[in-house]
Structures are given as structure tokens and as C-alpha cells.
């Protein structure tokens, strides 16, 4: 089974992080294709760069299922584009804050995402409104820029830290949930140091993606993802014009 | 006072319709600047176009902002990248969906949209639990293409009749919100028609554009619509690159 | 256009101070008439004076309805007799609630109400459920009595902009709703002192209401808000006794 | 104990119904005394006639409470006044439609209300949101007005009936909560009918006011029930001016 | 009348602190059976002791209804086996934590449940999500093991009343209610000192199971408490196997 | 890896159907153990059955625990017992609802689980309440009892085929949710006849409880699922007295 994990923002090294947490994660026999997107911003921090990043996201998405990846990994916590993604494609797109909810609601009760900057925090509030876990989930912002998780001397991972352990005493958090893709590789670290459950959005996705094209579940092309209709698209957008499906 | 309202599909002659309805509404000495977006789909029908739509139109709203603008209207009612443009510009940014649900609640207790195509309805309803009138609004399709709106031999509005007294029996709907810019001409005839309000979005977003220019009300820049960060955007994307702002 | 501000307290100073925001907020050709209740309580502070206050502004709608008023405003941040306004009247009528949080929600994601007393804060919770807001706005009382807004030597626009530093910080609010009519003059020059958007529902009101009026938007005689039916009423509320409509 | 049942409209035929479930309701030693309000709307339908129907309810709240009643009723399903009652004496103030739903949802987990006219079913649903059942309770309207319940030559049994058919059938509904005062005295009968509960509010309210005063619990003068401020009146309203409390 | 209270709970002293306070809430001519479960943990403290309790507790009421018991409270603050045993008996079973959760509505818009330790606090917010008052209701734990209110030198007592301040001050509760039947004995004290009503949920049941058989309300056997259906049960806890019922 | 999955009801038979469905989801080098429970209902048929199938199959899990199992699948729709098993185990433990709605979430919008009785539908809406999905998910019974499926003469495979086309049709379901274990094997079939993902439990159970494995995630011990504390059990559950944790 191939994979394809989409870095949706243009930078590599932190592709290259994501992609070693995808490759821990995948099963035997499973193959990673880690992309970083071709076009967009460098880094998604807020609603603006989300929008610029969805275009090169969804050709990246669209270019593996042509030739023949099963299933799509869209790695911002932001789950960026992925409604359009799952119209757009017919093999599953999983996005990595749905991922990781879903698996954290499975070890925890109660637990907290702690995401970089606090201009992330509300659209991640609105993600988890619409994944029905506003009940059980706090986001907090450690106020950390996405990049600086790429520097060793940036002290993000310090404020990460702080922020955790507020999450712990004030919200009496029983999970964390990593709200980065940039923090794919710190789960297994912090797990040990705070000795509750840490989820990662990128593994968390690329073994629910391993779940669904096992168990032959496509997205339904039926009602909110039917295949695009074909229609004229123009401008520098052309490219992306849909070629059509049933309405 | 000058509005910006931009159609985000590529097809004029709706823009003519949308401009004509938001010339109606505009008080006395408020300017209306319709326009139509320069790239992306020629309708939005759906999650996938929606997504191409949001570029064309966030560069309509930027040079319009640049040329004196005071408030912007996206005339489509998925509220189409009304976060990303709320974060991008310094002026006041209206949705149609948001805006006439915001009248839809002074008038009734109880309404329905009716909208296009059934592949809207539930991005509707989305839409609807975010604005916080689930509990008051139902969202119904009346299976016609939004560009079947603008054929008069199209049969549409004989379908959106249907659907509106399926409406008012059913849903017991004591107001119609009309799902679709397309729609806009046609709110004060089926308010004759049915004897309940029935609302038009884009004239909706209109006064409350000027209501909000009037009362020197602008987007907050603390939090969710925070400027976006100056950072590289790559590809055929480089134009929208942010020159910067505040963290 | 012609639309009626009642103060449905009993204090001339405070209609005062409502008034001079509504003309402010008006558009041009607009014509503010402000009345001050004739009967009930002095001020509206918790569910008991809301209780009295509705038949003094119910009498104040009814008459300005008959001498050609096109809507009505009431002038309490409780929204009281909203629903018994809207049943009884043909022209539309706004709260200065739901029409603040309506246009906050325009600016920004999270926001909060600066209330007066304690006692009100729960009430108007309340409201902030009813129209949705819950997961959007906060409610915080200063501890100010309502009628100490008239009195500069009080201390309470202190106590005010105490509670507004709170809720920026620990509520990290967007945006602030002033909550009472008695502050409707003092929202610009808090909104230049804090860099936020800062809302007076007064303003909004007017706002609305010329809106709808221009949109040919009445309140909905279907359901809920069905004129009241033909029948006795006795004792010193006689002179309210409805003349009737259709069941 | 003695409990005041108020019956807040003015007909006093109704009175005599809501008196006669409440002392067959009642509890050994428990006296009801049982007032008909001198002044308001003959019935109450609606929104409108609510707004007149509280001072008078108020007025035999305060006069009972005077002279040594133990707790209060208000035999009206909209829980009209409610919160002002409340707010006002020092003694327990039940609704009937609040008091039938926290019975109703011991002994079922769905139920539904069945109530008179159409305009009573949206304000209705409004209680059901604010007292948490609206994922357990449906309201549907019998489309009989209030008073043709005291005349059984009206067919206001048959409609009822009718309307209780297609709430276990299309509801599902495993009890059902009669929405009217004035259908006090049929509950035990279709019981039998029907073989599911059949919840009286006027009963469910005069139990549990027993149940309040017998457990020494009174309404908390804390928050937003605290004691109304002292302050003046005017007007015909006069007489129901505080004489004041604690703020 | 005859109602039954068990303590699911082994712990025979704390079948007395319930059965004083049932005998205390009782009207004249209840007569209260109090039962101590035969078999099970002696304390229940999270979901794995609840699920143990269960049978016991069914044992108890199976055999009361057997032996003409009207009713049947199941005395703990988890409301531990309530479904089940509704299902299974014919006579009402009420919960003490559903039912003080009703009586507390009656008194105070906003109050804080105090139980005793901390892995109880979310179990009881999934019940107050239940039944509806999630944004009525705060949680708190007094970190006070459920055997230690047996024991006066235990200082449960003092930790208890630090916890009741913290929600008054920090929740602006209006009233508490006590989440442990363990604390059955302390309302009447506790309210005293605090001025506030201080709701017990072993007294509150045992009225709202007096006020069920009065009126001749039993629990639906129509859907999600129909009669369990005939079917053998193997193993130890064959003799529970039901013998059947409707569909 | 071994995963148990425990078939709650006592019917070797269901056990089959399970295992084989497990297996057949299972990935390479994944050793299920299927285990038929040992004590309690044949079937699990509403809440009173629920009850009593907990003690089997927590000492099922306590059980594959102790010899080496890596986590546990619960396969009966109910949920039942599961947040007792995930109090009392270290290793993870699978909801067959939980987990089934948890993957039809990643490919549709709006979903129908199909179960077989009535008397289940609420007790299932409970859970999707509970999970977060009650936006996006019906309940509908087929009323077939849960043995019936294991008879291929019984008719219920019809039954459950005409309630899956009234989903599609009223509901517009996107996808179908077999709401049995006993349905496990019918998923691929039913999804090739109606071309809409149909999405089994147990397989997505077992995919489930593997991706936890695999990325090193326990059920947290903070909270609501710490370990059970130690403490008396007596009767003829006392084989299940726990051994203690930290409180």
C-alpha cells in the first residue's frame, strides 16, 4: 500500500520531519510518499496562508492518485483543504487533527492540543467544535512560530513544555495532542517525560489511512464530497479545472 | 462610502444580477463596486470549486481595499474564504450566508434556506452550526444548477417554488432564506408570492457592510484575523505573498 | 425612514444619552424618535424590573407603530419584551442584544459582554445561548448599578474598563459588547483605548433596523410571532386587550 | 404546607380544572389554595398574551407569600413569569411545563409535548432548549385553542388524541407531557388510553413544590434570582415597585 | 407507600447515614426500606466499581418489587445501573444525582456539584451533559476518598467546605449540590452556614419517588426501557436471566 | 502483535462470524484471539443485558491481558462495558461504536448506523451524543433480533437491506454503519450493492486498536480512567476485587 503524506507548506526540512513520524507509523509493507507542496506559503499560521496552501496540496494529492497511491495524508493540524481534497480525489484523505482526535478519544476522556501560535488556536477550536470533541478538548498556544520547531536553539520546545504542563494542572488534561506537524517527532519523548498519552497527527493518520484502504473504504461520493462537476475554471487556475462526475 | 462586491465565479452575467440586488439595498451615497473575480470556477458548486474560488477573490478584496474601498461583499452563500479575507484585509469582509441569517433572526424564530444543488446542502448546514442558528434553520436544495438560475427556460425557479412550499408545510418555516447569489432578484416576488420575509443575502450583506462602516467597526486584529505574517509563498502563488504584520 | 428608540426604563437622562447614539449611528434621512417609558421601573436590573417594563415599551411600540413609525428599537441590553414586541407589532423590532452580538460576530471570532450587575450577567448568558454565541462570547458584570453610568463621579466607566482589561486577557477576547444602553456613548473612545473593536448595541440596533426597513423585511406573522388573538383582558392591563388576527 | 396553584389567565372555569389536579396531587396535610389572576388575558396564546398575563401572577405570588403560603405553582405550560417570581419571593415558585419535563424524564428517555395552538410550539421549544430535554423532547401543536378545552362539545379531546397518535408513532415517544394547564384533569385517563406515561404539569409542579419545602430548600438569592433592588415605579405599575434587597 | 434505597455499596454504616436522611425526607406514611447491597465493592469510586455494582443493586430492587416496594433510589452519585434497573422493574427507580440535578434547577440558575475524588469528576459530567444541564453545572472534587466521610477525624469535612468556597467564588454557584450519598447527612448544615441551598441527592430522590407513585407515573416500557427479553444467561449470574417481556 | 476480541454475549456462534471479520481486518503479523464470554446474556438486547455481560468480559480482558494480549476489542455495538474495561486494563480497549463511527467519519459528512431493535436505538443514540456525532448520525432499528442474523432463513438480511434504502433515501445518508457485531460479515457485500462505504465495527475495532499499539498510546491512567483503587469486594463478584492503584 502506498501512502502519500502532503507537507502542505514549501518547506522541506520540515517535510523530512514529518516523513520520518509517517515511515515510524506505517505497517509492514506499507510505503510513505512524503511531497512538499510546490507552490504556497512557507509555513501555515492562520486562515490566509491556509487558503494560499490548499492549491498545491490538492495537485500534490491529485498527482499520487494518478499514479497510484491508495490513500492521502494532508500534514497541517489545520486539516487544510481536506474537504476539498476528499471531493476532489477517490482514495481516502485523512487530515492530522481529525487523525489524532480520534485516536486520543480512544486513551482519554479529557485531553488538550497544544498548537504553536495563538492566532491558531480558534480555527483549531472551530475544527474541534465541527469533530464533536468540545466537550472533552482544550486548545492551547504555546506561542511558538511553526519554524522555530525546526530550530534546536529556538527554545520552542521549552515553551511547549510550559504549556503542557499548564495543560495538565489547570485543564486536568489526560492527553496531549501535538497541534503541529512540526512536532510529529516529539510524541514519544514527551509521553515519557509527563507519563500520559502524547498523539501525533501524522501517525495518527497514516495508520487510519493504513485502516481505511484495508477495509475498502473510500470517501463516499455520494451528498458533501461528490466527485467536482465539470465546468470552466480560469485564470492561473486553470490547471485545476475538473474534468466532471455525476452531480 | 464605497462596497466592494465580488462575485467569486467567473461568470458575468451573475455578477450583473448580484449588482443590480446590492444597488437596490445600498442607502443613499454608498457606492457599489461590483465586480467579478479574475480566475478560478465559473460557479461554485461544492467544496472543490469553493477552494479555487478563494484566490480571485482575495485579490479582488486586496485592490479594492488598495483603491479606497470601505467594506467587502463575497457574494456567494458558502461564505466562500470569508475567514482568510476577514485576516487579510483592514476593512469590515461580509459573508451572504452569515449576513442573512444575522436578518433571518430579527424577523422569525424559525426559517429554511433553500439553495442550489444537494452537493451544497451540507457545507450549508456546516455553515449554519457555526453561525449558531442550528437549532432555528433548516438547509433544503432544490436539485438546480446555480448557472440554471441565470436561463430563464431553465425551469429553476419553478423548482425553488417547490421547494420553498415544501418549506413552509414541512419545516414549518416561518421565513425563506434564498441559498444562492444567483437568487438575489428574485427575494422581493416570492416575499409577495409566499406573505412570510424572505431574504436575499447579498442585500443583507450590503446594509450591514454600511452598518458596520458607519459605526467604525472593523475587523478585529487580535486573534483569529490577526494580519497574516510576512513569510515566502512559492509558485504561481507568489503574488499573495503578505509583506507582514503583528504575531 | 422613521424608527423609534425606546428606553424602556423610566429615566429621562439615560434616553438621553441612548438617543444621542442613535442620531449619531443614523443614516442620513433617518429620523430617531426616543421616548422614554411611561411606566415601570427606573432601571433594569434583573428579571423582576424586566418583568414591569414590558407594558410601558409595549405601549410606547403600539403608538409609534399607529403615528407611522417603520420599526422599533428597545433600548435594554436584556432584550426585554423582544418577544411579545414582535408578536404584537407590524414593523419590525430589534433588541440591542442580538443586534450587537450580530454585528460583533462580523469582526471578530471570540468576544465579550461588559455588563452592569451581577445579577444581570446570568440573564443575558441566557440570551448569548439563544442566539447562538455560546461557544463565541463571554459575559462579565462590572459591578456598576445601571443608573451610575449617569453619574461621572461614580467610578464606573473605571470599573468598566477594569472589567474590559479582564476579559482582553483572561478571555482573550477579540472584541468587546458593551451590556447596557446606559454605555452606549462611550464605545468609540473605548474602542481608540483599547485597539479592539468595541460594540454599542444601540448603534447596531439603529443600524438593523434601518435595514430591514430598506429590505422590505417585516417580522414573520407565521408561527411564533402570529398577531395576538382577539380576547378579554381585564383588570388595570385592559387597555392592552388585542383586537385579534388570524389564529 | 400550603401552595398557592395561580392560574394566570383570568378564566376561572379553568381555575376549578387546574384546582381540582393539583388537591388530587397533593399530599396528606398539604392545602391548595388555588387563585384565578385579577387581571391579564382570559387565555394565554402566545408571546403576547404572556407579556400581561405576569403582573397579575406576580400579584398572587406576593399576596400568598404574605399571608403564609409555603411555595407557589404557575398553572400555565409557557412557565409565564417564572423567572421574575423567582427572582421576587422568598418562597419556591414552580412552572408546570419545567416541573412535567424533570418528571417525564425519570420514567422515559423520549417524550413528547403536546400542547394547544401552533404560535405556543416555537416558545415551547424554546423551554425545552433552555431546561437541556431538546434532545429528548418534541413539542407538536393539537391546533385547539385554550378555552375550547373547558367546552366538550369543541372535539378538543379528539384533536388531542389525534396529535398523541402520531407523537408515539412518528416520535417514537415513550411518555407523553400534556402542554396545557387546561389539560390538567385528562392525564390518568389517557394513561389507560395509551399505555405510556401521561405527565400533568399542575400535578408534577405541586409534588415537587412539596418536595422543595419538605427538603427546606428555597429559590437562592444568589446571582440571578437575588432579592429585586429597591428603585421607583410609575405609572399603573406602581404598586409592584421593590422595596428593596441586597445587591 | 414503600420505597426502597440501596446503597450499592457494601458499606453498612454508610446505609445508615442514607437511610437517616431518607427517613428525614420521607413524607408521613413512606416507609423507607433501606438495603445494603449483598454483594460487590465497598465503595464506588469510578467506572470499574460501578460496573460492579450493578448487580448487587438489581438484586435489591428486583426483590423489593417482588415484595411490594412502590418505588426504588438507587443511593449513589453516579447514578450507577439506573438504565438497567428501569428496564428491568416496573416500579420507578430514580438516581440521586438526576434527581438532586432537577431539584437544583428549581432553586438556582447556576450551581457546582462537590464530589469526593477526582477520577469521579468527569463519570458526573457525562451525567450532567446527559440529563442536560452542562452549562448550568460545574463539577468539583474535594479529593476525599467516599469511606472517609464515615470518619469524623478523616477531615473530609474541612476539605469538603474549602471545595463549596472555591465554587462560590470561582463558579458564582448559586447553590450545591452534594455529589456523594455519602454526604447525605451534612445539607442542612452546610446550607445554614453558606446561605445558599445545598441540595442532597438521597433526600431529593426519595420525594421525586414519592411524587412518581402518587401521581401514578411508572416508567415506559414502550422502547429504551422496554422488558428485558427472555433469554438464558449463563455462568454466575444465571439467576439473573431475565423472563421475558414484549419486544 | 494479539489482540482479544471478546464477544460480550455468550453465543459461540456470533463469535464465528466475529473472529472471522476480525481476522479478515487484521494486518500482517496481528494474531487475533476471539473469546466467547463466559458468563451472562446469550444476547445483548437493550440495558439490562448490557449489565450483565459486563462481568464476562472484563474477566475476558483482565484474562488476554495477563497472558500477553497487546489490547482488547469490546464487539458489541452497546459499547457495553467499555469505560470500565479502560479503567481497569493497561492495554487499549476498542468500542466496536466508538470505533466504526470514528472511520465513517473520515469518508462521509452525514452517516446511519443500522441496528436491530428499537429498545437499542436509544441506548445507541446515547453513545453517538457521547461520541460527538449526533450533527452527523441517525439511528435506525431494523427490528430484527440480534440471533436472527445468524439464521440465513430468518429474513434479516431483507429487513436490514429495506432500512439501509430508507437511510439513503430520508436521511441522505453518505454512508451506512452497521450498528451489530453479528452484521460484521455483510459490510463489503452491502457496500458493493449500494455503492456508499458501509463501515463494519469490528473491523474497524481491530484496525483501531492496532494503530494504538503501533504508535505506543495506553489508556491514560490520569483521570477518569485511573486504575481501580484497591478496595473489599464481596459477594459472588468478589473474584474481581482489585488489587489497587494510585488513587
Redesign the interface.
Known sequence: MRILVVNPN?TASMTETIAASAKL?A???TEIVAVTS??????I????????A???L?AAIAESERSGADAAVIACFDDT?L??A???ASI?V?GIC??AL??A??????FTIVTT???S???IE?LV????????CKVRAADI?VLSLEDPASGAGERLREEIIVA?EED????IVLGCAGMADM??EL?AEY???V??GV??AV??A???V???????K?????T??A????????S?E?SGGA?
Open positions: 514549501t507509523a505497517s509492514f509493507g510546490a507552490m504556497g506559503p512557507a509555513s499560521e492562520g486562515y490566509y496562508d491556509e487558503a494560499f490548499v492549491p498545491g490538492l483543504g474537504d476539498a476528499r471531493a476532489m481516502p485523512l481529525e487523525a480520534s485516536l478519544a480512544f486513551v482519554a476522556q479529557r501560535l495563538e492566532r488556536r480558534v480555527p472551530g467544535q465541527r469533530y464533536g470533541m468540545a466537550t472533552r512560530p495538565l486536568r488534561a489526560e492527553a510524541a514519544r509521553q507519563g500520559v498519552p498523539i501525533d501517525s495518527a495508520r487510519q493504513e485502516a481505511l484495508a477495509l475498502g473504504l473510500m470517501t463516499s455520494r451528498g458533501a464530497y461528490a467536482p462537476l465546468k470552466p475554471y480560469s485564470g492561473m487556475l486553470k485545476f475538473p452531480a
